[in-house]
């Protein structure tokens, strides 16, 4: 089997996504998950690229007539996925952000009074 200078492209792009992305991040409670699923990734995306064939096999085994279609339905499901997890993580962080502004409010305005008190 010959490969051609584009598999050769791909492969190594995914791959290099694949270890960027699994790197850690600060503070990555779910690295081990998160490698996980990266690794299963990075093979499923060498093997259709490599033998691309396998997906229109199992795009037929689950009932979907090509494997483009396949992939379209994987890739709409997975980029749900991420905007609900980043939407769910910028509300957590928006509302970490409220409580520090108002202990910050609530920590200049003690200070203020109490040195309104000592000046009296």
């Given at each position: ?93 928006n ?8 202990e ?14 000592d000046?009296?």
């Amino acid at each position: 089997m010959t490969m051609m200078w584009i598999q050769i492209l791909l492969v190594v792009g995914v791959i290099l996504a694949g270890i960027f992305l699994a790197r850690p991040a600060r503070g990555d409670s779910h690295l081990a998950l998160r490698r996980l699923f990266m690794l299963l990734f990075v093979i499923v995306a060498v093997v259709s690229i490599m033998v691309p064939q396998w997906l229109t096999w199992l795009a037929n085994l689950v009932g979907v007539g090509r494997g483009a279609d396949l992939l379209l339905y994987a890739l709409v499901l997975a980029f749900l996925v991420t905007v609900a997890t980043s939407y769910r993580h910028n509300v957590a962080t928006n509302r970490k952000l409220t409580l520090l502004a108002r202990e910050i409010t609530l920590a200049r305005a003690a200070a203020e009074d109490a040195g309104r008190g000592d000046a009296a």
